[in-house]
DNA sequence: CTCCAATCTTGACAGCGTAAAGATGAGCGA
DNA sequence: TCGCTCATCTTTACGCTGTCAAGATTGGAG
């Protein structure tokens, strides 16, 4: 039941977005009364919090499936896991915004969401210090690359999504196509 | 009476947030009736946008006023108007929020927010242009590296606002730091 | 069989965005 | 001066929301 309407919920967001998450809806998706779900969340901002886990989980799912592309290559590996979240933040916009939300963001009282948050960028932290142990990148401080390496596809695939870059930049091929761009530019550095 | 609204809708997002921005509060603020602000303001959705242009002037005039600290560099003005842009978010998280919010992004029917907004990254690729002028940055496709570049603070912006790198990430002081060396291994790239 | 705890339902309330219609009042041609 | 017009503001009302309170159902432990 609890699943149900987890699955209710995420459906909503991926296809009105955010706006129209609403407890009511959820349960006339999952065809209970208005009240029910409240005996599987505490409160709307428990549900919200609920799917972002989800959409985090998926993230996570869809980076790791990306790097066993190139199982080789450490630098490919850490460069991929960033192409893939940009393109996770395309392929679902909606659960993305609802993942890095207000309505998520001052959850501090939810550490599962977080620890997944956190997760994803151990992912990525991980991958640069496997890239850092084959010798091709720099052993400057990991944890200041890694923010600095997760900034960049983050604000990347925000603004993708935002359609700041225009409509191009919505597509799945395009958003790639810009990530691969914006991560060699980080690699090699922007000097002449 | 339209300036008085605005004013009083700035500061309850300031604030309190963009949940509690409602019609009816900036109403209550103003002294009015709940149905007056729609006299000046279509509907809810064009009073969160003059929030979020309101939100991008003040975004860019602190760019502006940042990088006349160094008005020979041209480099180094490239890389503050970066600096400002994170400094601007921390001081201003909850603005910021609704400047890059879902119900900002949907809105492609406001010209003038979207002007307000390419303002902002039309600045940052002019002082990418003069930089490059000056020979001190390699002279790649300018759109390409102004787009990561963009990416790149935006996305510390967001994280730091969004908690994601602690605490210490969301005093001005912290995130200035962060956004000096990010914008430094950009510059430099990651190779070692 | 009984009882209890978990689960679900019904009903209510205040707050929200917004539609419709009435009130107010300043500006202006006669 | 009168009376019209139009922009502005108010009042009232509707359906939607999240949530509280209280009753109904039900399945398993004693």
Wanted: glycine share 8%; with cysteine; net charge positive.
């Amino acid at each position: 039941m609890r699943q149900a309407l987890l699955d209710a919920a995420v459906e909503i967001v991926r296809r009105d977005g955010a706006g129209a998450l609403t407890l009511r809806a959820v349960a006339r998706a999952a065809r209970v009364s208005h009240m029910a779900p409240y005996h599987h969340f505490a409160d709307k901002a428990a549900l919200v919090a609920a799917v972002a886990r989800e959409g985090f989980r998926g993230l996570r799912r869809e980076m790791e499936a990306r790097i066993e592309r190139c199982p080789d290559d450490p630098r490919a590996r850490f460069r991929e896991s960033g192409i893939a979240y940009v393109a996770f933040a395309v392929k679902h916009p909606n659960l993305f915004r609802v993942m890095f939300g207000p309505e998520t963001a001052d959850t501090d009282a939810n550490p599962e969401l977080q620890a997944e948050a956190r997760g994803v960028f151990g992912l990525m932290q991980r991958l640069l210090k496997q890239s850092q142990a084959g010798y091709a990148i720099r052993e400057d401080d990991a944890r200041q690359i890694g923010l600095t390496a997760w900034s960049l596809v983050h604000g990347l695939a925000m603004l993708c999504i935002d359609g700041q870059f225009g409509p191009e930049a919505t597509s799945p091929a395009g958003a790639e196509r810009l990530a691969y761009a914006a991560t060699g530019a980080l690699f090699r550095g922007l000097r002449r």
